[in-house]
């Protein structure tokens, strides 16, 4: 079992910049990331990055705007959000996956409705708003 823990969600005005931090119990994982959900909106992948290579997946609407990293050495994953707009307010989720053969990497956040994670945290509220 993993434990997910987010946290650095808040209210940001449009333009603004957000850390979001997710603290994981453990590395015994394949892939870690970040979905969000808005409200009317079905969860999305925004971000995810490998434990093993460090190879990382963005939604091309994320690309050149946010970042993701990871801090092993505090089982923390970072997503630094830049230029933020309205449309990215929502419920961002931590989550985690132990990695299964023949699945490619970032499959579950690139198609959440075919493939699923193992852990989820709780979640953190974005609010991008003037």
């Known amino acids: 079992q993993v434990q997910l823990v987010e946290s650095g969600g808040g209210l940001v005005q449009p333009g603004g910049s957000l850390r979001l931090s997710c603290a994981a119990s453990s590395l015994e994982y394949a892939a870690i990331g970040w979905f969000r959900q808005a409200p009317g909106k079905e969860r999305e992948g925004v971000s995810c990055?490998?434990?093993?290579?460090?190879?990382?997946w963005y939604k091309d609407s994320m690309k050149g705007r946010f970042t993701i990293s990871r801090d092993d050495a505090n089982n923390t994953v970072y997503l630094q959000m830049n230029s933020l707009a309205p449309e990215d307010s929502g419920v961002y989720y931590c989550a985690a996956e132990i990695g299964w053969p023949m699945v490619p990497f970032a499959s579950a956040w690139r198609a959440p409705a075919i493939y699923s994670v193992d852990y989820w945290g709780k979640g953190t509220l974005v609010t991008v708003s003037s």
């Open positions: 990055i490998s434990s093993r290579d460090g190879a990382t």
